[in-house]
Nanobody
């Protein structure tokens, strides 16, 4: 089992920045995907950004150029740097981890990001 602990959410004005962190509870190997999803009230959970197979970066179109995902393998941590935040970025952000062996998926508890306009 792996626990994912998120931090860094909060309230920020439009145009501001936040950095989310997600730390795994133990060393993790055979990672397929590690990244971030978000869910706004009344909407489906959607992919924000992900690192696939350790190197391929995938971003949602509406965050490209504003958000940057990165990992620190030594700390088993994934980050999401969010710049030029907009009101429509308001959501609960969830960390996501998918392992190849054994095949398994994990979610963090979620962290609230609120952008005031």
């Amino acid at each position: 089992q792996v626990q994912l602990v998120e931090s860094g959410g909060g309230l920020v004005q439009a145009g501001g920045s936040l950095r989310l962190s997600c730390a795994a509870s133990r060393n993790i190997f055979s990672i397929n995907t590690m990244g971030w999803y978000r869910q706004a009230p009344g909407k489906q959970r959607e992919l924000v950004a992900a690192v696939i197979s350790g190197s391929k970066l995938n971003y949602a179109d509406n965050v490209k150029g504003r958000f940057t995902i990165s990992t620190d393998n030594a700390k088993n941590t994934v980050y999401l740097q969010m710049n030029s935040l907009k009101a429509e970025d308001t959501a609960v952000y969830y960390c996501y981890l998918e392992l190849i062996a054994p095949p398994s998926r994990y979610w963090g508890q979620g962290t609230q990001v609120t952008v005031s306009s």
